[in-house]
């Protein structure tokens, strides 16, 4: 595992140890920022169930302009910590450990809202349509948001949660990337 591109370019990214946490491979990453990025002018990132960190660094790397990265994983949050000195980008992040929907809160209570988001939760859970609707409800999504859930291939969330709906959908062999948008019109923005 490593940066793809930008400022942390082809740095390498630790892993968490054991078999607990499945990391975005190198190819699926790529894709994925080709097709939102590739590159950001500034914007926050929201890194749930951050695992190594790797998406929300590779935002960063690619320009965003501050992360937040969230795991329960006491092992997860040490890795992400040190793949953030790794990269130089430490000091462009937050880093905490906690449950997804606590977190959540925590973030509202800040007055916080993203730009972009990364849910890649187990694969066993299968509830990032909840999730979507509860960041949206809650004012954490900006209205130019763009959220990314990355997905078991044979689960298929819905085209709309919300004012959310999916823009770009892929499948690369079991894992399946979900791009949802703000759609403006159903927002009433």
């Known amino acids: 595992?490593?940066?793809?591109?930008?400022?942390?370019?082809?740095?390498?990214?630790?892993?968490?140890?054991?078999?607990?946490?499945?990391?975005?491979?190198?190819?699926?990453?790529?894709?994925?920022?080709?097709?939102?990025?590739?590159?950001?002018?500034?914007?926050?990132?929201?890194?749930?169930?951050?695992?190594?960190?790797?998406?929300?660094?590779?935002?960063?790397?690619?320009?965003?302009?501050?992360?937040?990265?969230?795991?329960?994983?006491?092992?997860?949050?040490?890795?992400?910590?040190?793949?953030?000195?790794?990269?130089?980008?430490?000091?462009?992040?937050?880093?905490?450990?906690?449950?997804?929907?606590?977190?959540?809160?925590?973030?509202?209570?800040?007055?916080l809202s993203f730009h972009y988001v990364f849910l890649d939760p187990p694969y066993r859970l299968k509830d990032a349509d909840e999730l979507l609707m509860e960041m949206w409800d809650s004012g954490l999504l900006s209205n130019d948001a763009i959220v990314v859930v990355e997905h078991d291939a044979s689960h298929v969330y819905s085209e709309r949660v919300g004012p959310l709906s999916i823009w770009k959908k892929a499948d690369y062999g079991d894992i399946a990337v979900s791009i949802y948008l703000v759609d403006t019109e159903a927002s009433g923005e």
Request: glycine share 12%.
């Open 1 to 111: 595992m490593r940066v793809i591109s930008g400022t942390a370019r082809g740095r390498t990214l630790k892993p968490v140890p054991g078999m607990g946490t499945r990391p975005t491979t190198d190819k699926v990453k790529e894709a994925l920022f080709s097709m939102i990025g590739p590159y950001f002018e500034g914007g926050r990132a929201l890194d749930l169930f951050a695992g190594t960190g790797g998406l929300g660094i590779e935002a960063l790397s690619r320009g965003a302009e501050w992360a937040v990265f969230i795991d329960k994983d006491a092992r997860a949050v040490e890795v992400v910590r040190g793949n953030l000195t790794a990269t130089g980008l430490a000091d462009k992040a937050e880093v905490y450990r906690n449950d997804a929907r606590r977190a959540l809160k925590a973030l509202v209570k800040r007055n």
